[in-house]
């Protein structure tokens, strides 16, 4: 399956006849509607969350960093992609680069940049990870061409063992930080993550069958410790991610367990992270969007850290998903790259901050299905390795339009606080964005599954919203996340304007409508609906 790109102009025309036919479609909602109270409180209530400003953040594959920044000069549909975000909350998202290729890289003294070696790619993988990355000191320094303001958070190698090369590489990060080019860009270094996913090492021939948490722990520290003091690392400066764990199989609970906190290194652990996907297309495999369009998936997906929150908020350490995204090994194809993920997007990440994660750094590499965006021409398929000719130019897949809406709803204050609201639909989620004390923006989306094979007329749920703890909210303003099928992989737009341009940057005239709380809102299935009050 091809896609075609197209400029502003075919946007702009598909975009006509898109709100035309929205439009069509809330007249006709009577045909099949459901009707759901929402009571939403005026004030945060208890149990609401801090909602940071970068909940939406980004995870790079290390082989092909180069191909995200520009060499030479920037990479603009990547800073243009990254800038609408941070116009949003006024903050730009983290950008961790590491991965599975973190452990199968070395640092070399007479490598400019970086020189990778790739297996040949397949239909189920058509972009396979390097199996070896070597760089040198210009491939960090590379970070210069970041938003200014973004903070990094970059991977060492714990797959090799070698504390030499782990030393050199975690230099060449904090010399790179240190130079002038980087300085001026404004764009600083976090934390150093050693070792990607080390409860997988033992599957994945990096250490042997019978490796334990016990001797994670053993080789982390004997890592750890040079690197902190070679890199100068300290608390208050750069400071350590740990876990970083791919699955259940290794925990932040053993690790602390085991001593890890109170090592001369793991005194320098500040955040733990951990890694989730909701599925795995590894050796490809058939996965249905309507089944992965589920508010309870979503949920059992997440709730399963808490736990691991709870024990890291305890010992006073930071909690995130490092690396997280639909499915594993890259996105599987009509799900990954599909509308219907986007709004996968916006209540996973949207339901995580609820449950204390502070942020969800979404994983991308060139030509994976499950991008936010692909900042380079692609000649082969993302979907089945098929040749591209012409290739097609950068784009944005749809689960763009997701960081859209959950930034849009952070808004700009960096202080804003989240709760989930109780909707009586089993695939219509919400949620409340409070400042100051004050209600500020809601959002709802609907799972419900409306696809290119669907009939009849399309359904809606309509929302009845009231207000608790006093306050009359009588009126907000809405902009839509439009998308046409649940498997169109592109034609999105959300208030009424199209980010599939040839630059990243929003085109068409914007689109909002003013709600009248006395009446209510439709939401149609696979649409979500940002409101303003
Ligand atoms: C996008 O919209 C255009 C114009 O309406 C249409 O020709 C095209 O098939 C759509 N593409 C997808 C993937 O839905
Ligand atoms: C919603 O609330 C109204 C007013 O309290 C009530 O009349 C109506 O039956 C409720 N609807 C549902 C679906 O619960
Ligand atoms: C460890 O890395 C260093 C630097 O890259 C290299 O010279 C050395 O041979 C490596 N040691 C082993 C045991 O591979
Ligand atoms: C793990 O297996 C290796 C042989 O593959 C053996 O030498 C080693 O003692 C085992 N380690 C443990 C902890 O059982
Ligand atoms: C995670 O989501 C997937 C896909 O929707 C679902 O099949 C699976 O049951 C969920 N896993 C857990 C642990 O809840
Ligand atoms: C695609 O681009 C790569 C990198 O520029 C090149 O090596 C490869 O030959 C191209 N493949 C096709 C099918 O054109
Ligand atoms: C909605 O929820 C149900 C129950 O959790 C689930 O079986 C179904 O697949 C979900 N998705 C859609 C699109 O209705
Ligand atoms: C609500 O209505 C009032 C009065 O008509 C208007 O001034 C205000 O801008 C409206 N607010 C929103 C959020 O639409």
Redesign the pocket.
């Known amino acids: 399956m091809m896609c075609t790109h197209y400029g502003p102009a075919t946007s702009m025309l598909a975009l006509a006849g898109l709100i035309a036919s929205v439009f069509k479609a809330h007249l006709s909602w009577h045909a099949s509607v459901s ?3 929402v009571s939403v409180s005026s004030t945060p209530p208890g149990t609401s969350q801090n909602l940071l400003s970068t909940l939406l953040s980004f995870s790079i594959e290390q082989d092909r960093w180069p191909d995200w920044t520009g060499i030479d000069r920037r990479n603009q549909f990547t800073f243009n992609a990254l800038d609408n975000y941070a116009q949003l909350t006024g903050t730009p998202s983290k950008i961790r680069v590491g991965a599975d290729s973190e452990d199968h890289t070395t640092w070399s003294p007479t490598v400019t940049i970086n020189s990778d070696s790739f297996p040949p790619p397949n239909s189920v993988t058509p972009y396979p990870e390097a199996t070896q990355i070597v760089v040198g000191d210009g491939y960090y320094q590379l970070s210069k061409f970041l938003l200014p303001g973004t903070h990094m958070t970059w991977g060492v190698n714990l797959g090799l063992d070698n504390v030499t090369n782990a030393v050199n590489m975690a230099k060449s990060i904090v010399k790179a930080f240190g130079a002038s080019a980087v300085k001026a860009a404004g764009v600083t270094l976090d934390m150093i993550e050693i070792g990607n996913e080390a409860d997988l090492y033992k599957n994945n021939g990096l250490r042997p069958s019978n490796w334990t948490v016990q001797q994670y722990v053993v080789d982390w520290e004997s890592l750890a410790g040079p690197v902190s003091e070679a890199a100068g690392l300290r608390r208050g400066g750069v400071t350590f991610q740990g876990a970083a764990f791919a699955g259940t199989g290794f925990t932040p609970r053993q690790i602390f367990d085991l001593g890890i906190l109170d090592g001369t290194p793991g005194k320098l652990i500040t955040t733990i992270s951990q890694h989730r996907y909701s599925g795995a297309f590894c050796s490809g495999g058939d996965f249905a969007l309507s089944s992965f369009m589920s508010k309870a998936s979503v949920r059992s997906n997440l709730t399963l850290w808490l736990p691991d929150i709870a024990a890291s908020k305890q010992h006073g350490l930071r909690y995130i998903l490092g690396e997280t995204g639909s499915i594993a090994c890259h996105g599987a194809p009509g799900v990954s790259n599909t509308a219907g993920a986007a709004l996968w997007v916006i209540d996973y990440a949207l339901q995580a901050a609820t449950l204390g994660i502070e942020e969800t750094f979404f994983h991308e590499g060139i030509g994976y299905k499950y991008n936010f965006f692909q900042p380079i021409s692609l000649n082969r398929s993302v979907v089945d390795g098929s040749p591209l000719d012409p290739p097609q130019p950068p784009h944005v897949m749809p689960s763009y339009y997701a960081g859209i809406v959950i930034n849009t709803l952070i808004g700009q204050t960096g202080s804003a606080k989240i709760v989930e609201l109780v909707v ?1 639909d089993d695939n219509v989620s919400g949620y409340a964005v409070y400042e100051k004390n004050v209600l500020k923006r809601a959002v709802f989306v609907n799972f419900h599954a409306w696809l290119l094979s669907s009939t009849g007329t399309r359904p809606s749920v309509h929302l ?1 919203l ?1 207000f608790t703890s006093g306050s009359g909210v009588k009126n907000a303003t809405a902009k839509r996340l439009v998308i046409q099928h649940a498997d169109d992989t592109q034609n999105l737009t959300f208030g009424g304007q199209s980010y599939e341009t040839s630059d990243a940057r929003a085109g068409g005239k914007i689109t909002q409508e003013s709600v009248d709380i006395s009446k209510g809102l439709d939401l149609l299935a696979t649409e979500a609906v940002l409101l303003s009050f």
Do not use: I
């Open positions: 009707a759901v109270n009586p009845d009231s």
